[in-house]
Structure formats: C-alpha cells, structure tokens
C-alpha cells in the first residue's frame, strides 16, 4: 500500500487527465445537441428510468435535489420532458422524456467520444486488454459501491444493456 501512496499525485493526474478527455467529449456532445452535459445525463436516467421523481434523478446523478430542479426547469423550457403530479400523492412528481427529449437522448449515442477510439486501439494491440479492462471495471465499480453505494452501482450495471437503444 506504500506504493499507492507513495504515487498519489500520480494517481490523481493520470485519472484527472483521462477524465478531462471524457468530460470534453460529453460537454462537446450534449453542446452539439443543444444541451449541457448535466441535461443530457438527466435526459439518460429518464430514459432508463422510463420516468422518475426529482428524487431519483438527483440519487442517480449524483446531484443535490435542488440541482436537478434547476436543471429540470431549463429541460422543460426546451420542450424535452415533461413533468406530472402522481394522483394519489400531489407531492410526488413523474419525470419522463417527451418526443423531443427522446430523439434528443437518441441522437447523444451517436456522437463520438475519444476514450472509446482508445479503448478500441488498445484493444486491438493488447493480447489480455480484454481481461484488463474487465478488471478495471471491476475496479470502478468496487470505488463506486464503497463512495456511492449498493443502489448507485446496481442501477449503473442496469444502464450497460442500454447504451446503444
């Protein structure tokens, strides 16, 4: 374990420099559809969900409740969700993706994002990149469960057989 601390400024960097190239790519990606990255990621767990409290979205997104209603308000404005009472508990709101909001959410599988041109390159070079990889998704996983919990991960494991529908 001395080794992991005695590297951790190199740890920090080289995960700080693969995650900038994955947070340019999404921003650039939602940008070209017209949404910001948080937008499009809410967009996402609607579309996963089928629909959602405010609840949910923020425990998803990782975000603060009043975050999301932010967001939530800019997402109506642009005509991509839409938002009704539950008739039982006037409370409770239901989020889910309007047409626009769907085509929107389909339209962000497309666009391309460099890590996955990386991810194909190594893949291609590497003999046991395929066991690597698995590896380290167990890996990011195992961080997510012990910073973000049970219910986090599961619901990212559901979101694999999603990701290109």
């Known amino acids: 374990m001395e080794s992991v601390q005695w590297n951790f400024h190199s740890y920090l960097n080289l995960f700080r420099g693969v995650l900038k190239v994955m ?3 999404w921003q650039k990606a939602a940008n070209e559809l017209g949404v910001t990255q948080a937008e499009q990621h809410i967009l996402w767990i609607i579309y996963i969900e089928g629909q959602a409290t405010m609840s949910q979205v923020a425990d998803l997104g990782l ?3 009043s975050t999301v209603m932010q967001i939530m308000k800019r997402l109506r404005e642009k005509k991509l969700i839409e938002v ?4 039982s508990d006037l409370r409770v709101s239901y989020v889910s ?3 626009k909001g769907e085509e929107t959410r389909k339209a962000s599988a497309e666009r391309h994002h460099r890590l996955f041109d990386f991810l194909a390159v190594y893949a ?4 046991d990149s395929e066991a690597m990889l698995e590896s380290f998704h167990d890996f990011l996983k195992e961080a997510n469960l012990y910073f973000h919990g049970r219910e986090f991960v599961d619901w990212v494991g559901k979101t694999r057989s999603s990701e290109t529908t």
């Open 97 to 99: 993706l309007t047409e």
């Open 124 to 127: 291609e070079k590497e003999s």
């Open 84 to 87: 009704e009472k539950n008739d």
């Open 63 to 65: 975000w603060d409740l």
């Open 23 to 25: 947070e340019e790519d």
